[in-house]
């Protein structure tokens, strides 16, 4: 279990970025292969609203039902995302440096969906960080943005649907391992 986590409320972990910071987001966007995709103009944009997040290894990010606070840009890290369930941690993906994660929960709209999955750095990490309103307000003011997230989202649909295949073939592998037990015999013993 990771025994530390960033605070709920944003505005009292992120710092606000320097002016060198800032140009290092700008251009860090430019030059990223999705992002530098937008205009000049929804780079800078995002880059004066993000905010400077340090984190350490094993801090969680968020969690399973919680109200989302804003989308995350991995500068550099590793973060795992996962889901607990009633066998343990069921491990979903690593995002790695570049990556950007948080989104899903925000494209919707509805001030009450959640997260699905747990967010946890598995290494000293560097996140930038764009607040909830904020980035509703980026995505209605710069259609190149939404168009962006919107990419993120179909990979992640087919990502998915890669993952169930998988899934689907790897227990039709398993059905002739499987076979009930007859009705006709009897139990000798229990141990």
Do not use: C
């Not at 950007?100 to 750095?121: C, I, K, R």
Request: no cysteine.
């Amino acid at each position: 279990m990771y025994n530390a986590s960033i605070p709920l409320h944003p505005e009292s972990s992120p710092r606000t970025m320097e002016t060198a910071q800032y140009l290092e987001a700008e251009n860090w966007l430019s030059f990223h292969h999705v992002w530098g995709k937008m205009s000049d103009a929804t780079i800078s944009a995002i880059a004066q609203h993000l905010q400077f997040l340090p984190v350490l290894a094993n801090v969680s990010i968020y969690r399973e039902n919680q109200i989302p606070q804003g989308l995350y840009f991995l500068k550099w890290g590793t973060v795992e995302i996962y889901r607990n369930s009633a066998i343990g941690k069921h491990h979903i993906t690593d995002h790695k440096a570049g990556e950007v994660f948080g989104y899903l929960p925000l494209v919707t709209n509805e001030l009450d969906h959640a997260y699905q999955a747990n967010a946890v750095t598995l290494t000293p990490s560097e996140v930038w960080f764009l607040d909830r309103d904020t980035f509703q307000a980026l995505t209605q003011a710069h259609p190149d943005f939404q168009q962006e997230i919107t990419s993120l989202l179909v990979q992640d649909l087919e990502q998915f649907t890669q993952r169930i295949a998988t899934e689907q073939a790897r227990i039709q592998g398993l059905q002739p391992y499987l076979s009930p037990l007859p009705d006709t015999e009897k139990i000798v013993g229990s141990s």
